[in-house]
């Protein structure tokens, strides 16, 4: 493990990171957004939930440096007089559960099948793809709407958790097939390799080629994508949450806050929309300069 | 020639088929329609009476065979929450996403090429890089957020523009227009940006890749020996050899305009059919989603099947892969 560390600490990456500005301010964006988000009980100063320390008195303060806004309150507050700082962080750790979550399921699924397709060829290889091929002529927000649609019609009413699965499974359902084209592109090169012939020459079972030697050849690409991914999983739960088919009211994430907001826009009280609109940008775009830089360090050919 | 137009067409077929069963099982295992007919205290005869009306006992295949014969028709029975013909809502709101779509590509084309060709004969400069960078903003603003911020901005600081809406609309039987009403063309611009500003960005980013691809070529550098003007070679050689991709992309990009524009109606209430969407999955509306469904699949593959026999007709290579089959 340590062996690990300094190899990386040495290599190629950690150098290209180092001396990329871009990617240097957007890690650190990305990890001050997760930080605050995983320590949001520590961090926030205030707790949004705890209902007994709500006062009404307080309800759509504006920031602290306009007019009429207290020092209490950084950022305002919104229509419950809770404090938007405290709720972007706990909204924030909800968006990023869902995105992280999502992207690691479609991450399996797709890769799976990919490899799968790749390695087996015929008739699996090209009904797998057919599948990509139909859902990819869809947009994805489309299939994680209908997906999201259909489980709220199963179970209408549904525990919170099992509301959390639908989402995030109907999120994971409309990324997947990304992996599954790359793994399967890379997967048919590496199946040809000499050290996998040798590989089935020796007697190796084939799931156990496919799992120790020719996955780990296939993916830096799926690196590359889960990055870029991630702020894609967020922005759309953001969208489903601002449409009001997404995670349960109870909890809200960055894309509930910005619907909530958003009914008072019209009375001047911006803030309670703005607020976490910038931090839901703030986020997709730091992880994408992250993924973009991710894909160009890991490109040889751009070396 | 014939067979791939033929097996492009089975494919088609076969897609929209599996649309109609996933809609199909929606109905299938989805809520009861004999109990939300009926009600709670009716005897099980009563039930089985309906059902057997309904057609509801026939053997599987055939339940399919009729929803499908149906739905060709246009026939997806009651909305559960209006308790209306789906087809006649639909046919009520089409026209609203349509022209909101329609209007949405012609901003992303009007705009995006000029911007895209700027961006790649004044590479390096400053407006051309500002120009990118801003685009880069455009591709990670989620839709819902530019429509917040095109309101904030438009409607609620300036107060130039309506925020919700269509506004006065002139109706032709059933279809209705917005276009020919001031007051409609005013709704309509906020919204039809919004929507646009995905497809604008990547429409020029697209422009800006192909120019510079076509401006390395040879047949651009002899234009030039032969001391044809700027002009001539940036507008009349090397655009129009751009041009195919971009329309292409444009082509199969209408289809997501549509689906896109459910975030775009939700934020400025347009009352289309993707607001229609969008409420009946909230209220579970099965019917109502059912045909949405059907309908977005049948203009995806549509468009999809078109823009493959353009392709076809305009890349020779494709016809001689065809014959070796």
Redesign the interface.
Known sequence: MAGMFTRFFDGDVWHSFRSSPVAIAAALIAVACLFCACFAEWVAPHNPFDLASLELMDARLPPAWVEGGSGKYLLGTDDQGRDILSALMYGARISLLVGFASVLLSMVLGVGLGLLAGFVGGRVDAFIMRVCD?ML???S??IA??I???G???Y?NAHDVLAFLVLILAISLSGWVQYARTVRGSTLVERNREYVQAARVIGVRPLRIMRRHVLPNVLGPVLVLATLQV?AAI?TE??LS????GVPPTSPSLGTL?RVG?DF??S?E?WI??WP?AM??LI??SV?LLGDWLRDALNPRLR | MFVFILRRLVQALI?ML?VAFIAFM?FQ???DPVSNMLGQDATPEQRAELRRQLGLDAAFPVQFAHFVANAVQGDFGLSLRQGRQVSSLIVERFPATLELSLVAALIALGAGIPLGVYAALRRGRFGAQLLMMLSL?GV??????IG??L??VF??LLKWLP?FGRGDVVAFGPWTTGLLTADGLRHLLLPAVTLAVFQLTLIMRLVRAEMLEVLRTDYIKFARARGLSDRAIYFGHALKNTLVPVITITGLQL??LI??S??TE??FQWPGMGLL??Q???F?D?PV?AAY?CL??LI??TI?LAVDLLYFSVDPRLRAEGKAH
């Open positions: 139909v002529s869809f947009p927000i489309l709407l209908l999201d649609g259909v709220r019609a199963l209408p702020a922005i953001a969208t601002f449409l009001g088919v910005i958003n826009l019209f001047g911006w929309t703005i609109s839901l940008v997709a775009l994408n | 897609v599996a929606l295992y989805v809520g903003l990670s603003l989620p839709t819902f957020l917040i911020l309101i904030l409607a609620v925020s289809g997501s689906a896109f459910i975030i939700t934020v969407f969008i009946a999955v909230q579970a099965i989603m469904l977005i699949s995806f593959v999809n």
